[in-house]
């Protein structure tokens, strides 16, 4: 595969590889940086792809090798990993356009706060699928966990959102609670 | 008719993956079927945040162009340019990794100047013709020297000048892609941007003002130095192969 096929085929998802990298990072200047990095490696490694019908999940699922990586060799103030509370660690940096971040914020707040306080695992898990419209075998992929265990975060991080939503005030539609 | 199933089971449910039994249950049970609602709202939520709207920057996949070898597919064909003799050399250095070197920033730099310059000063032709043969023999005369010029694969051919690179007398044919004007300089062997192109024939690189500089190999084994505000791949794949 050459550098124009692997181009042609990867670019499709570039909005998608950027969006998960910024969840991951959830810095705008690094998850370019991520993003590109992983493309580069997926370049590197394009023999390895087998099927370029899944491309997707192989991209992302190079971005979050990477990261991991990366998170592993630096000192533990990413918090999203063991999944703890807004406002401890490391708060997303504002980058770039700052009334767009301001924007961001503004709303609908609670929902993004609450996906925030999630462990990651679950938090991508949830924003593959609803977002990236990612099956439960491409999750998986990305994951790098057997399908049962999407299967599982998915439901914990759609329980734990229902219920943080239910005690917010501010968001009063949702209804209908974890079991 | 089965009971109400486990939070688990509903998000199954949601994405329509839960069993017949499930679903006919759900359908038969106000307090599950609020719940399935609750979780594909929760979907319909997040698919409005902000973030899930965001766009990967232009500069990344132009960047990403830069960086790696394009890497045309090798067919006997594209090999007639190279000279017999040095068919074995040739052979064995495309055989090599060529790894992603970046254009010459120097020929880059110059080639962009002379680009952008000439348009700025409404002097891009000095002969201005659709025939590829015709401008070669234009350019032909003007360079003393032989020089062939390829039909565009798509667009259309606008016409050539004398200019220079590095001081040196070049030929430049100038083609048109949609909008976007490209010029393909054509420079004398042995000159210095001829030198600085060698080894460089199939990359291509981001230049400077939103430029981007192909440097392809000429039938003739000589260097085609194309310069355009066009992606990689496009202007790489800009001229007609023969």
């Known amino acids: 595969m050459n550098g124009t096929t692997f181009l042609s085929l990867a670019r499709p998802h570039f909005d998608a590889l950027f969006r998960f990298a910024r969840r991951l990072t959830r810095s705008h200047a690094d998850a370019e940086d991520l993003a590109q990095t992983a493309l580069l490696k997926a370049f590197e490694y394009r023999e390895t792809l087998r099927d370029e019908g899944r491309i997707k999940p192989w991209l992302l699922r190079t971005a979050r090798n990477l990261h991991l990586n990366r998170i592993r060799d630096e000192r533990p103030h990413l918090v999203l990993l063991d999944g703890s509370r807004p406002g401890e660690g490391t708060a997303a940096e504002p980058q770039g356009n700052l009334e767009e971040e301001l924007h961001e914020r503004a709303l609908p ?17 949830l924003w593959l699928r609803e977002v990236e419209g990612l099956s439960y075998e491409e999750i998986a ?12 975060r998915l439901a914990r991080a759609r329980g734990a959102l229902l219920e943080h939503l239910q005690s917010a005030p501010s968001i009063p539609r949702v209804r209908g609670g974890a079991a | 008719m089965i009971g109400c199933p486990d939070f688990e089971t509903l998000s199954l449910a949601a994405d329509d993956l839960a069993s017949e039994a499930v679903a006919a249950h759900i359908a038969e049970c106000a307090a599950c079927a609020s719940r399935v609602e609750a979780i594909r709202r929760l979907g319909d939520g997040l698919r409005a945040l902000p973030a899930a709207r965001h766009q990967a920057p232009p500069e990344l996949g132009r960047r990403l162009e830069g960086r790696i ?8 064909r594209r090999m007639a340019w190279m000279i017999p003799a040095a068919a074995a050399a040739v052979l064995a250095l495309v055989a090599l990794p060529l790894g992603r070197k970046a254009v010459p920033e120097a020929l880059a730099d110059e080639a962009v100047s002379q680009h952008l310059r000439a348009f700025a000063a409404g002097r891009s032709c000095q002969h201005e ?21 390829p039909p565009p694969a798509r667009g259309r051919l606008v016409g050539a000048r004398g200019c220079s690179l590095f001081g040196e007398r070049t030929g430049a044919v100038i083609y048109q892609d949609g909008a976007v004007s490209v010029t393909m300089f054509l420079p004398a062997p042995g000159s210095r941007a001829a030198r600085a192109s ?40 800009l001229l007609a192969s023969r």
Do not use: W, Y
């Open chain 2, 129 to 149: 013709s659709g025939d590829a043969e015709e401008v070669a023999r234009f350019l032909s005369g003007k360079l003393a020297r032989e020089v062939a010029v």
């Open chain 2, 198 to 237: 060698e080894n460089m024939q199939g990359h291509c690189a981001p230049a400077r003002d939103g430029q981007t500089i192909c440097v392809l190999p000429g039938e003739d084994g000589e260097p085609r130095v194309m310069v355009g505000e066009l992606p990689a791949p496009q202007l790489a794949s």
């Open chain 1, 141 to 152: 992929e990305v994951q790098q966990c057997p399908i049962g265990t999407v299967r599982s």
């Open chain 1, 109 to 125: 707040d609670e929902l993004a706060l609450a996906l925030a306080s999630l462990p990651e695992d679950q938090s991508s898990a």
């Open chain 2, 69 to 76: 070898d394009l890497g045309r597919p090798r067919t006997r």
